[in-house]
């Protein structure tokens, strides 16, 4: 289900928290990684949590334009999916397991590729929320650059590269960033409480997604 036009202004971070919270509400108990019966990703919550991140991408602008449009195209491969069969691709694993089976992994445009990139991309945006809170007032390039370096970048072909660092040019301040993001009549105090909030339940929530990549060989995987 879409929110894109009702949602409130500057209401996405608040709506994550719901998702992720809902995430690990639905999630059964065992932490046991190399036993794949117990690990349970329910794909809805987590492609609401998806959409989430492409209306706050949306705010920092055109820069984010060719990372949005692949994070919009890899969660309608794995709606399509799930909803040809929701009893079965309910749950993300189901996913990677039947196609690690059919050796399709790693093939072509893959629901694995498309869960694969997800994750990075919420890889980026937990680094850009941490630095933003630990800095605010640091230049929104800079924020931007040092997050996608460490989440996205090692795993970009040389083109999305080069059009990554040409479009950082096109970046708000920080103090535009910040205001898009604010929630109405509530305070810079208010969006740092949330944002802390999103980033301790999206980190854990993360290595645990990055944990099951490399149960399925999928962690070092690149663009081509």
Known sequence: MK?????????????????LSMLIELKPTGDNLDR???????TRPFLNVCNLV???????????????QDINQNIQRLEMLCNSDPSIYSNLVEILK??????????????????????????????LFQRLVADPGQKMEQLVEESYSITLKPWHGWISTAAYKVSLKLLPDNKTFIDL???KDETYDNLKEHMQTFISLLVPFLEEIHSILI??????????
């Open 98 to 127: 039947k196609e690690a089976d059919e050796g399709k992994a790693r093939k072509g445009a893959s629901c694995s590729k498309a869960f694969v990139w997800l994750a990075r991309s919420l890889d980026f945006t937990g680094a």
């Open 54 to 68: 492409i209306q706050v991408l949306d705010k920092i602008g055109p820069t984010m334009a060719v990372l949005r």
């Open 181 to 183: 993001l604010m929630p």
């Open 3 to 19: 929110r894109t036009r009702e949602m409130e202004k500057g209401s996405e971070i608040k709506s994550a928290i719901e998702e």
């Open 215 to 224: 149960l399925y060989g999928l962690d070092r995987l690149k663009s081509t």
């Open 36 to 42: 794949t019966a117990t690990v349970h990703i329910p």
